[in-house]
């Protein structure tokens, strides 16, 4: 019974959206997304603008981002999701790597700002299409780096919702550059494993990767035997601190959401939340047990439930 309560739930969401595809340009590339709003007659005047999870089109993993605009739509927020150039249904060769460049350094480009435009046209296409005059940008991953960077410089945007952002560009992580506190905790579970048969059978048989192995180990031994440190506060994302202080200093809110079993997590927790001495200008919320991509519904409707009430609280003159 509880699964069809939850499909009822889902049916009732969508019977009081609409939606539509809707395209706009930027920089001579014709950009594609869907616009879902009330089906009342008239938009709230606060609209919200989700974007890429990297290069995933603008459906998200597991379809969050549809999930996430058909609620909010339901609520009264007419939401736009939109594929950024060469991503989905938009124009663009961004998948293409120049000169042989790696996956990494294009998620670099992205965490650099490469999508900032691409936000900035579609800011202004949801505005000119509903009666919004203020945006809410929301993203996850190299999304929510975008939707920083566009905070940062649209007068329309008055709060941004981050989930599972990188502070450091993905071409900076390393096993050599990875934060201490990951290093002892995958030391010690390996110093775990050395009591178990499974574990020495796949060292033996070439099913282990001795390049991880090797590299924990050392990074342990260096740091814990030599005391000799990295100094990962360097490597971290230079735009986005930028970006992150102009928002700041704007005054608009901002909310930093991460699932507890996710790297950036670490990240953020061991190099960003340090250098606000207990008083970040920021909300910060953790999904207890979740992974990056949020796999399990249960994950999913903590992360909804949370973004709605931070929501509620944030624009209070919109019924949620």
């Known amino acids: 019974m509880a699964g069809l309560g ?3 739930s889902r049916y009732d969401e969508v019977s009081r959206t609409v939606q539509e595809t809707v395209s706009f340009s930027c920089e001579g590339y014709e950009l594609r997304g869907s616009l879902h709003r009330p089906a009342a007659p008239e ?5 919200i603008v989700i974007l890429n999870q990297g290069p995933l089109d603008r459906s998200g993993a597991h379809r969050l981002s549809v ?3 058909r609620r909010w739509a339901a609520r009264g927020f007419p939401v736009l999701r939109f594929d950024a150039r060469g991503v989905g249904d938009s124009e663009g060769d961004w998948a293409i790597p120049e000169n042989g460049a790696p996956i990494k350094m294009l998620y670099q480009n992205i965490e650099e700002g490469a999508w900032t435009l691409d936000t900035r046209a579609a800011i202004d296409h949801v505005c000119a299409a509903t009666s919004a005059r203020n945006v809410v940008l929301a993203g996850v991953c190299g999304g929510a780096v975008s939707a920083l960077h566009a905070a940062a410089e649209h007068p329309a945007v008055v709060a941004v919702i981050m989930v599972g952002m990188p502070v450091r560009p993905w071409a900076a992580i390393g096993i050599d550059s990875i934060v201490a506190s990951q290093v002892e905790h995958e030391a010690k579970g390996y110093v775990k494993k050395l009591g178990k048969w499974y574990a020495w059978r796949r060292f033996f048989t070439g099913e282990s990767d001795y390049r991880v192995l090797w590299g924990i180990g050392s990074r342990y031994v260096r740091e814990r035997v030599f005391g000799a440190s990295n100094d990962p506060l360097k490597s971290l994302n230079a735009s986005m601190l930028r970006s992150f202080r102009a928002v700041q200093g704007s005054g608009k809110r901002m909310l930093f959401v991460f699932p507890e079993n996710d790297y950036l997590w670490v990240e953020f927790r061991d190099l ?7 008083r970040p200008p920021f909300d910060l919320h953790i999904i207890p047990g979740a992974n990056h991509t949020f796999t399990e519904v249960a994950w999913q409707e903590q992360l909804f439930s949370l973004l709605e009430h931070w929501l509620q609280s944030q624009m209070p003159a919109v019924r949620l």
């Open 6 to 8: 939850s499909a009822r």
């Open 272 to 278: 960003f939340l340090p250098t606000f001495n207990d």
């Open 43 to 47: 938009d709230g005047d606060t609209a």
């Open 67 to 69: 999930k996430c605009a």
